[in-house]
């Protein structure tokens, strides 16, 4: 009797608590129907579904006006804070869902600590992957012709979508559109102000959707030169406007952004054994 409650405790136990690691370095998780590869910094630096990479990068980012100067400085995570931020990633298995979580200070030259994050990711084994981060300025920021708030961008291989059909939702309806081989101004430039896109692959539909108060602006990275070979999806938050002229956004500033992706993935898969 007494092997048998103290077995029934273990269980218990085992139940409750979910697994629990933490990640020092790039590593890849299999989920066996797609992979994500993950840095210590939160960067998602790959996904990929039916063995075709769909995503290249997941990341904050921020331009802004240095100190009222012409030109912008760049601010991505992880930037330099792989010297002033030791912690690592915290990974939960709990069911059929994976967990991440991270807390760091992102920054570069000019700016040690811009702005520091809270970063929360759900990985189910289905293939939809929930984000949500929340991000607050460090120090008074001067803006100009930009968002004046750190934003999230996520960077889609070129190759992948082209001659692919997508639809589009944003403010003005639903919009039916297909990615050419060249860089076409008239067909393709920007759409800003959507809520959800659907990329229509050989494997199935990858959708990209915003959480409340979040739209994101699609931007085919040609535009910018021939060596841009990719989509760029940046988010923003609705309580933010871009600015034209030098605006000011104080130390302690906030945003959250909300947002999912379902991978286009024939079957479930299951959680990685290993990372």
């Known amino acids: 009797m007494r092997k048998f409650i103290g077995a029934a405790i273990i269980l218990a136990v085992l139940i409750v608590y979910p697994t629990e690691k933490t990640i020092s370095k790039e590593t890849t998780l299999d989920f066996k129907s797609f992979k994500l590869n993950i ?126 059909g997508m639809k589009i939702d944003s403010l003005n309806g639903s919009i039916l559109k297909t990615l050419t081989g060249n860089y076409d101004k008239e067909n393709f430039q920007q759409i800003i102000s959507c809520s959800s896109v659907y990329f229509s692959l050989d494997s199935g539909i990858l959708n990209i959707n915003a959480g409340e108060n979040n739209k994101f602006t699609i931007i085919d990275a040609l535009s910018w030169g021939p060596q841009n070979q990719y989509l760029d999806l940046r988010f923003i938050n609705m309580s933010y406007k871009s600015v034209l002229k030098p605006f000011l956004s104080p130390k302690g500033s906030k945003v959250q952004y909300l947002f999912t992706i379902q991978l286009p993935v024939a079957k479930k898969g299951t959680i990685p054994d290993k990372f």
Do not use: W
């Open 39 to 164: 840095d210590c910094f939160g960067v998602i630096t790959k996904i990929s579904a039916d063995f075709i990479n769909i995503i290249d990068l997941i990341h904050i980012y921020d331009t802004c006006n240095y100190e009222g100067k012409k030109g912008k400085t760049i601010i991505r995570q992880p930037a330099i804070q792989k010297i002033k931020d030791k912690n690592n990633l915290l990974v939960v298995v709990s069911d059929d869902n994976l967990y991440f979580e991270r807390e760091g200070i992102v920054g570069n030259e000019q700016y040690a600590e811009y702005a520091q994050y809270f970063q929360k990711v759900k990985i189910n084994i289905s293939g939809l992957i929930t984000f949500d981060y929340a991000i607050m300025l460090l120090q008074d920021i001067t803006y100009i012709n930009s968002i004046p708030i750190p934003q999230i961008r996520i960077e889609l291989p070129r190759s992948v979508f082209v001659e692919k």
